[in-house]
């Protein structure tokens, strides 16, 4: 759900067709600076979740696969309160 | 000390072999590996039938392999031409075209841009591919006429030059309006004048740590390189991938402990937005310098309080006149957002002129075009004498001499500084990159699904700078997604030259003469970023 989301936001947000969830968008040259801000502010009004400064890092971020799996685990550790 | 550019390394060498020259990864060279490396090169370059002043196109990414092929295409007498290696095939291919190189050095990181060449463009590079991996080549499509491990069992002793300081040392490709990319070409003693000025003013010495930030086709690394080489400094490389992840940016500058950083507002603005600066961080640092766009004052303040020990230093110029022809060292962090940071005074042997149309001076604190002349204006844009005749121009008053035509709108102050409030055409700042707008417009054009396009630049408030927009009519009302054209244009155009809005019209607003109205589509784009449910 939350994959198919962030897939939205890629899709219709940020106007890129990422063809799969794991392709690695960093290596590939498809992830800059601007749309890493971008996707960050599109990540806020979704779900409520900023990464932190620690938190931005490749294994976080690389991969649609892995934002999921990060805003998942931020909204699990927030409802576990 | 005018000379060559290549001959700060010899020098280097000569007095301190052993001293650190270029820091990347775990990868090391000392002054004296530079220089028997790139002479080794250069004679390889020598046999392969290289003379003075044939181009050599460096498709590197960022490297000790790419600075030592800048040295070696210098020795054997050549220009040489970066590149950027994360560019679109189609746009490299027009480079080429352009720049017509005697040879292009690849290495393993642009196999698909080099197998795209290969397939497609063989003309182009048959008989002129030169392999920089230290391993035997994989499958390109096309034997390379030289490689690296050739090199190797060359003498790597000086050459002998006949290179004069008024030969280009390098072209730079900067954005074209008409689709086209510029070469700018660079003298020796357009660099080495910077350079003697910049490394006096920031006091560069031997136990310097620089880095080197921006990417190499970009003129702003030319100072981090040469900079670093005349003073004998250690020179680290910045890979691209860090500017992605804040955290580890601050981490790099830390753990190298650089005592200069010569950035780009867009990099700093970006670090601020995540409050990547810690108060006192990077003691060793002593001076941070940017240029290449506008630093937004609130941003400088952040930076300014958080590091109290650093000294600020604003540059600018254009790629025309050489990496920046003016500088103003900000003396206290600026209270009021609002304060304008002035483009300050001119660098030794520059000088700025604020002209009106009629190329008159205007009078103190009137706006007019700022001109720039004295050492720094290359030699204008390669066989292009049309543009060049358009942009720089002859001095009336200094018979002989010429002067470049920035196109920035700015006034001197009361203070005698010089203020820049923007430009006069369609050009603007992307990350540092200048930007035509039209070279946008002619790529989109190209694409058969458009029907008409148009691509505008709006403001952004706080700590950004502007946004490409575009907005498009699709041919014969087809369905024509934005992520469908963002994709076709990717092929055609660097990244940071890509929109970051788009709208899909079923026709364009017109103004009174009939022209698309441009002012009517950034105040569209400027309500959808302000309205909700964007």
């Not at chain 1, 992830?31 to 294994?59: A, N």
């Not at chain 2, 990496?323 to 940071?341: C, F, G, K, L, N």
């Not at chain 2, 604190?365 to 844009?381: M, P, Q, S």
């Not at chain 2, 001197?412 to 923007?422: F, T």
């Amino acid at each position: 759900m939350i994959r198919e989301k962030v897939a939205g936001i890629f899709r219709d947000k940020l106007h890129v067709d990422v063809p799969s969830d794991d392709l690695d968008l960093i290596a590939n040259g498809i992830m800059d600076s601007t749309m890493l801000v971008e996707l960050i502010v599109h990540l806020e009004s979704e779900f409520d979740v900023t990464p932190s400064l620690d938190e931005l890092e490749v294994e976080n971020f690389a991969t649609v696969a892995r934002i999921a799996a990060f805003v998942e685990s931020r909204i699990a550790a927030r409802e576990r309160g | 000390m005018a000379g060559l550019l290549q001959e700060y390394v010899t020098r280097q060498a000569e007095a301190r072999p052993e001293a650190s020259a270029l820091v990347h990864d775990a990868e090391r060279l000392t002054y004296g590996d530079l220089e028997r490396r790139s002479n080794r090169l250069a004679r390889l370059l020598r046999e392969g039938g290289c003379r003075r002043g044939d181009r050599i196109g460096l498709l590197l990414p960022k490297s000790p392999a790419a600075i030592v092929s800048m040295l070696a295409a210098l020795k054997a007498g050549c220009i040489y031409v970066p590149v950027d290696p994360e560019s679109p095939s189609a746009r490299v291919v027009r480079i080429l075209t352009a720049a017509d190189c005697r040879y292009l050095l690849v290495s393993r990181a642009d196999l698909p841009i080099v197998r795209d060449l290969t397939s497609q463009h063989a003309d182009l590079i048959s008989g002129r591919l030169v392999w920089m991996g230290s391993e035997t080549p994989p499958d390109l499509g096309i034997e390379p006429a030289l490689s690296l491990s050739d090199s190797a069992a060359m003498p790597d002793s000086a050459l002998g030059s006949d290179g004069d300081s008024s030969d280009p040392a390098h072209l730079l490709f900067t954005s074209g309006s008409t689709g086209i990319p510029k070469g700018v070409m660079v003298a020796h003693a357009n660099v080495t004048a910077f350079v003697e000025w910049a490394n006096a003013y920031c006091g560069l010495a031997p136990d310097d740590r620089t880095s080197c930030h921006s990417p190499l086709h970009f003129d702003l690394s030319t100072w981090d390189v040469y900079g670093a080489f005349a003073a004998g400094a250690e020179l680290h490389l910045v890979s691209p991938e860090l500017n992605l992840f804040p955290g580890r940016l601050v981490e790099f500058i830390r753990s190298h402990g650089l005592t200069q950083w010569f950035s780009v507002p867009s990099v700093l603005t970006y670090l601020t937005r995540f409050d990547a600066v810690r108060t006192g961080d990077f003691p060793e640092l002593k001076r941070l310098l940017w240029c290449g766009e506008v630093f937004p004052t609130p941003a400088l303040k952040y930076w300014m309080e958080r590091l109290p020990h650093v000294s600020f230093t604003n540059l600018y110029g254009p790629t025309e006149t050489t990496i920046a022809s003016s500088y103003y060292t900000v003396p206290a962090p600026p209270q009021d957002p609002e304060q304008r940071i002035p483009i300050g005074a001119p660098c030794a042997g520059e000088e700025l002129l604020i002209l009106d149309d009629a190329r008159a001076p205007v009078r103190p604190g009137d706006i007019g075009e700022i001109c720039i002349r004295g050492a720094g204006v290359t030699l204008g844009y390669w066989r292009d004498e049309e543009k060049t005749a358009r942009a720089f121009l002859p001095c009336a008053d200094r018979p002989g001499e010429r002067m470049y035509t920035t196109g920035d709108r700015g006034f001197r102050g009361p203070d005698g500084l010089v203020y820049c409030v923007g430009r006069a055409d369609s050009q603007i700042k992307s990350r540092g990159h200048h930007v035509e707008l039209g070279e946008i417009e002619t790529a989109l054009h190209t694409l058969a699904e458009i029907g008409q396009a148009a691509v505008v630049a709006r403001r952004t408030d706080g700590f950004g700078g502007v946004e490409i927009c575009c907005a498009y009519v699709p041919k014969d009302r087809v369905e024509l997604s934005p992520s469908q054209v963002r994709e076709g244009l990717a092929r055609l155009i660097p990244k940071y030259m890509l929109p970051a809005r788009w709208r899909h019209l079923a026709e364009f607003p017109r103004n009174a003469n009939g022209k698309v109205d441009r002012v009517a589509l950034v105040e569209m784009f400027d309500q959808e970023a302000a309205g909700p449910g964007t």
